[in-house]
């Protein structure tokens, strides 16, 4: 069975200082994996994925994250807060097989200024 | 590019009444929609999947005769909510996926439902 797993509904970082939200899964075979922000009453934006290839991939807003097969985490990261990061932030992965998208259960991060 | 649009973005009504949600994919042809539901404080849950001309793929515990989707073309998919209860009310979530790039879903902003 697919799944998803973030360990912190809550993460808190000063303006200015680096930030990691984290997410492991469990998936059988190789997985593509993703991550979205959530803004209060929106939708979900596209932040990143991860296919194939270079283990660290970039994405929007100056966000990254690192495919970690050993560990099977992708943790978010970006290296300076901004106040206008603070949001809601799934992270989801789904089977190559498959295209459907099984979410974790969100991580709310409060950039303090 | 990749944008998707949901109308309308709130809707109240009464309850036994039917609501229809319409999500559009502005800039791209959608090969496949989803609908998710979204209760406060929760993560996405997975409603249905459709295809374009075909009939749409419910989740274990989704009542295809509640929720009824339509995809009659490759840039738009209507959910409608068939006698409506105050339990129906949540925030209801379309997202498409694009030829080419069928891993990647994008996501609609969102129709929040108030059923009284």
């Known amino acids: 069975a697919q799944s998803v797993a973030q360990p912190e509904d809550q993460v808190n970082v000063a303006e200015g200082n680096p930030l990691t939200v984290k997410c492991t899964y469990s998936v059988s075979g190789n997985p593509y994996l993703f991550w979205y922000v959530q803004y209060p009453n929106r939708g979900l934006q596209f932040l990143l994925k991860?296919?194939?290839?270079?283990?660290l991939v970039k994405g929007s807003y100056g966000f990254e994250a690192e495919f970690n097969k050993s560990q099977t985490s992708f943790h978010l990261k970006k290296p300076s807060a901004l106040v206008s990061d603070s949001a809601l932030y799934f992270c989801?992965?789904?089977?190559?097989?498959?295209?459907?998208?099984?979410f974790g259960t969100g991580t709310r991060l409060t950039v303090i200024p | 590019g990749a944008v998707v649009s949901q109308h309308p973005s709130w809707v109240i009504c009464k309850s036994g009444t039917s609501v229809k949600i319409e999500c559009r994919s502005l800039d791209f042809q959608a090969t496949t929609m989803f609908w998710y539901r979204q209760f406060p404080k929760q993560s996405l849950m997975l409603m249905a999947t459709s295809n374009e001309g075909s009939k749409a793929t419910y989740e274990q515990g989704v009542e295809k005769d509640k929720f009824l989707i339509n995809h009659a073309s490759l840039t738009l998919s209507t959910l409608t909510v068939t006698s409506a209860h105050p339990e129906d009310s949540s925030f209801y979530i379309c997202?498409?996926?694009?030829?080419?790039?069928?891993?990647?879903?994008?996501f609609g902003p969102g129709t929040r439902l108030l059923v009284l």
């Open positions: 997202s498409a996926t694009s030829l080419g790039q069928e891993e990647t879903q994008y």
């Open positions: 989801a992965v789904s089977p190559q097989e498959a295209n459907n998208l099984f």
């Open positions: 991860y296919i194939t290839g270079d283990n």
